[in-house]
Structure formats: C-alpha cells, structure tokens
C-alpha cells in the first residue's frame, strides 16, 4: 500500500514533469491534474492515518490499564 509520503514524493515528480519545456499543454494539463490528485490522496491517507490512532486510542481508553 502507498504512504502519504510516497503520494507527496509522485505529485512532486508530476508537478517537475508538467514545468519541462517542449511538452504540450494538453500533456501539461494532465500531468498537474495527476499531481494534485496524488496530493489528494496523500491527504486522505493522512487522515486515515490521524483516525486510526484516535480509534485506537478510544478502544484503548474504553478498556482500561490492565
């Protein structure tokens, strides 16, 4: 499974991909539109993420020290 980070690190290498000159702006166009939809996702694991350890928590709280 990809990781927030490796989301960032792809929408980084698509976004220096749609700046190279000698590319159509169709093919610019596609490239950002990739970028900010690996960003998103990168945005979204992180919340999974933050939600999973508040759940973990909760369950951790509701049984108690043992």
Do not use: H
Not at 7 to 27: P, T
Not at 28 to 39: P, Q, Y
Request: aromatic share 6%; hydrophobic share 40%.
């Amino acid at each position: 499974m990809m990781t927030a980070a490796q989301c960032d690190q792809f929408a980084g290498q698509y976004r220096s991909l749609s700046q190279a000159g000698g590319i159509s702006k169709d093919r610019e166009f596609v490239l950002k539109n990739i970028a900010r939809s690996f960003k998103g996702l990168a945005s979204q694991l992180d919340r999974l993420a933050a939600l999973a350890r508040d759940e973990a928590s909760q369950a951790a709280s509701i049984v108690g020290p043992r």
